[in-house]
């Protein structure tokens, strides 16, 4: 049972490419991808954004960031979260430098402010599925 939303659904559906982001955050460890030019990014993909690289490798990240933008959802932004609101949907800029989308928990939503820093935590929300969130470092 998820302990950050009332909601257990959606839930993502890994694709081979996405498959081992999935198999770290059931292992609670927030991982992206490099390419062999050192490019690090994030969300999975078969090739680097930024030079197309197929040479790719995962590693474990830091799991800390900055909030980099926010809004709160004061209306669900779907059914399956009208449970949840209201709720924050930041994009957390990652000490390695991706920006990743997800929701900011332990976190007032009338408090949360740009250049807060965050620290990753994990929502187990099925057998297979967690979820990382961020919560005030």
């Known amino acids: 049972m ?5 909601g257990t ?4 559906v890994p694709t081979p490419i996405s498959q081992p982001f999935w198999d770290a955050a059931k292992q609670h ?3 992206l991808q490099r390419c062999a030019n050192g490019h690090m990014f994030y969300y999975a993909r078969s090739h680097c954004p ?12 830091s799991g800390k960031g900055t909030i980099y933008s926010y809004t709160v ?13 209201p709720y924050v949907i930041g994009v957390i800029e990652l000490a390695e430098g991706p ?17 807060t820093p965050v620290q990753v ?12 969130y961020f919560r005030p470092a």
């Open 2 to 6: 998820p302990k950050y939303r009332k």
């Open 9 to 12: 659904e959606p839930v993502p």
């Open 29 to 31: 460890r927030l991982t």
């Open 50 to 61: 930024k030079c197309l690289s197929n040479e790719l490798t995962w590693f474990d990240a």
């Open 73 to 85: 959802a004061r209306r669900p932004t779907s059914p399956e979260f009208e449970q949840d609101v």
């Open 99 to 115: 920006r990743m989308t997800s929701l900011v928990v332990e976190m007032d939503p009338d408090a949360v402010k740009i250049g």
């Open 121 to 132: 935590v994990f929502d187990d929300v099925s057998e297979a599925i967690a979820l990382p």
